[in-house]
């Protein structure tokens, strides 16, 4: 059974900085994708950052140039750094792992991290 687990959210003032971390248990593969995605209250879940196992990260246009991602695949972990937070930033932050292995596909969610940026 897989298992995602963020970890590092919280509230910080409008310019800060977080770094939010995603360990993933259970696993005996590394995972073709992981992201990270947000929930604001009354919108629909969107996609921050992903990166692939052997590709270059995309992100979301509303966070370039402030926010990094990077996983280690040994640990099967992801990270995301957040630079100059802003209050539209406030939102659940979601781990994702998805991908295929033996034609069979997979989508993991861990339980969320509240991230509130304060103005």
């Known amino acids: 059974q897989v298992q995602l687990v963020e970890s590092g959210g919280g509230v910080v003032q409008a310019g800060g900085s977080l770094r939010l971390s995603c360990v993933a248990s259970g696993s005996t593969f590394s995972f073709n994708a992981m992201g990270w995605y947000r929930q604001a209250p009354g919108k629909q879940r969107e996609l921050v950052a992903r990166i692939t196992s052997g590709g270059g990260p995309t992100y979301a246009d509303s966070v370039k140039g402030r926010f990094t991602i990077s996983r280690d695949n040994a640990k099967n972990m992801v990270y995301l750094q957040m630079n100059s937070l802003k209050p539209e930033d406030t939102a659940v932050y979601y781990c994702?792992?998805?991908?295929?292995?033996?034609?069979?596909?997979?989508?993991?969610w861990g339980q969320g991290t509240q991230v509130t940026v304060s103005s």
């Open positions: 994702n792992a998805a991908g295929t292995r033996w034609l069979s596909s997979y989508n993991y």
